[in-house]
């Protein structure tokens, strides 16, 4: 996510690094297992997307993953949780340095997911949306037997068109009302969250996913918001017309995609609120992170079964994750 300037309000920094990797290596960068890392952090929700369709499409060999810290300053997101606070395969204590070494007078957001170059030690890119589709487009060679078509071509001027809106209004549109500057600005993004919501939960009513009757990059980019909810935005962000767990419809629908391996296996309630709650010191000065919510209802029975769907069309479950790259047991709600 971007960095807040409070003095100057909410602003996402959307002047990413489009560099890609590719099957044919068209940018200089070529698709090759093992070369490259992909640097996330559990607490964010566009890194988290990048985590679940990895998952899903089982490059964890091809696309080794480092793990940031749940926190970070105006600096960067920092490798706190590995020894001696640095990332062991890249050497650095801070993203800023694999951004740093790419442009020496980079001025933009340092964000994840970001994908470094091993070998130069430089960020490729930072185009998150740019990233999971290539991942199930350009890395396919290196997809596990049974990997789900995630952006099938049939399918993809439906999913993109679904992917803005949801962008538009829910993914940027919490952080919108979150950091509004004015009662005003808060109350348009307010109304402007809750509408999408409310059209998001008519069409789901019948349909158990947002397109088609598989799993799609629409549904990976919708659930990491709506994952992060009740936890934090709203309370936190002030989104606060209704909790998730107090829609219904969209309530099934995130529980149904949390206990579908590659989904909630990914989730670290615990990152989560230590970021937002602590991060954002402006919103949250005491730094004091809650307690709740009660994670155990991500684990009842969602009942989303009855309307159909095949989750991975003809392919399969990925395998669980490894005990290196598994959310820790005591960071609860792990489906099992």
């Not at 020894?83 to 790419?102: H, K, M, N, S, W």
């Not at 670290?268 to 949250?284: A, E, G, P, Q």
């Amino acid at each position: 996510m971007s960095y807040i300037r409070p003095a100057k309000g909410y602003s996402r920094d959307s002047r990413y690094i489009t560099t890609r990797i590719t099957a044919d290596g068209r940018d200089g960068f070529p698709v090759e297992p093992g070369r490259y890392r992909l640097v996330v952090s559990r607490a964010c929700p566009w890194a988290q997307r990048a985590m679940i369709v990895r998952r899903l499409l089982g490059l964890e060999k091809a696309l080794p993953m480092a793990v940031a810290g749940p926190t970070h300053d105006k600096r960067s997101w920092t490798f706190d949780l590995d020894p001696q606070g640095r990332d062991p395969v890249l050497g650095i204590e801070r993203l800023q340095e694999a951004y740093f070494a790419r442009d020496p007078d980079y001025d933009r957001g340092i964000t994840v997911p970001a994908i470094v170059d091993v070998p130069s030690g430089e960020v490729v890119t930072n185009d998150y949306a740019q990233i999971t589709v290539d991942m199930s487009l350009e890395w396919s060679a290196y997809h596990r037997d049974g990997a789900p078509d995630l952006y099938p071509a049939a399918l993809r001027p439906e999913i993109d068109a679904v992917n803005e809106e949801v962008y538009a209004d829910v993914n940027d549109g919490v952080y919108r009302t979150g950091f509004a500057k004015s009662q005003e600005a808060y109350g348009a993004a307010y109304e402007r969250l809750f509408a999408r919501l409310d059209r998001l939960s008519e069409r789901l009513e019948h349909s158990r996913y947002l397109v088609g009757e598989t799993i799609t990059e629409a549904d990976v980019r919708l659930f990491t918001t709506l994952v992060r909810f009740d936890a934090v935005y709203h309370g936190h962000f002030k989104c606060n017309r209704h909790k998730l767990s107090e829609m219904p419809v969209l309530w099934a629908y995130t529980r149904d995609l949390f206990q579908t391996p590659g989904f909630g296996d990914t989730v670290d309630f615990d990152h989560i609120k230590k970021h937002f709650y602590l991060v954002h010191s402006h919103i949250n000065p005491s730094g004091i992170v809650p307690d709740g919510p009660d994670p155990s209802g991500w684990l009842e029975p969602h009942g989303r079964e009855a309307l159909g769907g095949r989750p991975f069309g003809d392919g399969t479950p990925p395998a669980p994750p490894s005990p290196a790259e598994a959310v820790p047991p005591r960071h609860p709600a792990r489906p099992s």
